[in-house]
C-alpha cells in the first residue's frame, strides 16, 4: 500500500509551484487562497518539512520545494496524457456536430456522404437546434453563428454570412419599380439583436441600395429563417435571404437575385471546448469542417478570417 498525503494537496503544491503564487494556483482550481495555503500546510506538516517561504510579495520554494516540484509536475503531466488517451478509446465511434436547424439542413445534410467517405469507420451525428449546447456534455464541436466572440472556448473563423434579395423568376422583378409592387418577406431577428447592424433588415438593405418609394414594412413577417425561405422558394414574395442558405436554389435558377447589393452579416465559426481539443472526435470533425468549408462553395461568400471585434456574445448565438 502505497503511503501518500492527500492528491488535494499535492494538487495545490503543484499548482503553487508552477503558477508561483497561491492565488494564480487557486484561480486554476476554482478555490479561495485560503484554501490553497491550508492545503500546503497539510502537506508540509505532513512531509514535516517547509515548502514555501512565505513573503511580503508573494512565496518562493524552498530547496524541499524545489526538489518536489518537478516529480509532481511531471507525475501530473502523465496523468493529464493518460486521460486524454483514455477519453480516446471511443467505442462508438460517434462525433457529434451541432448547428443551426437552418445550416444543418442546407450546407451539413448534404455533405454528410462525405464524411463517411472520408472516416468510414466514424459516424456523423448532426444535432440540428437554435438553442446553446454544453459543448463539455453534449458534443466534440459546434458550427455557430453569431458575433465570432465565445469566452472560454476555440473558435475558428469560417466565414462571414451575407443577405440579398431573391426571389422566383416568374415573379419578373429587375428594378424598383418591379420591388414596389412585391410582396415583401421579413425574417423577424430576436430582441438580442434586432438593433445589431449586422441583423439585416429590409429597412437596413433598402437604405443601403438607396431605394425610395418601398415600404420596409410591408409584407409577410416570419420569426423563423426557414420558413421565410420556405416562402420565397414558394413564390409568395421576394424574400431578404442569407445567401449560405440558397446557394444551391441560385445556382440551378430556382432563385434569381434581381439586385447585386449584398450586406455582410454574422460570421460561421467553428467551436469546441478547450478541454475536447485533444479528442479524436473533435480532431475529425476540425478536419472535415475546415476541409469542407475551405472553398465555401456552400454560399457565395468569400471565406474570411478576419475576427469582429470583443464583445458580448449575442444571447442567440447557438449550440
Known sequence: MRKLPPLSALRAFEAAARRAGFKAAADELNVTPTAISHQIRQLEEWLDVKLFERETRGVRLTENGKALFPALRDGFDSFERAIEAARNIDETRVATLTSTVAFTAKCLAARAGGFRTAYPDWTLRLDATNAIVDLDQSAHASIRYGSGYYPGLISEPLFRDRFTPVCRPHLSISDEKDLQRATLIHFDWGPAVRDDQRAITWARWLEAAKIRGTDPNDGLRFNDEVHAMQATLAGQGIGLISLTLVSDELANG????????????????LVYSPRSATRHATEILRDWVLREFAGHRCSEIAKTNASLPPAHAPAWDTT
Open 254 to 269: 430556382t432563385l434569381v437575385r434581381p439586385f447585386d447589393l449584398a450586406l455582410d452579416s454574422f460570421q460561421y465559426d
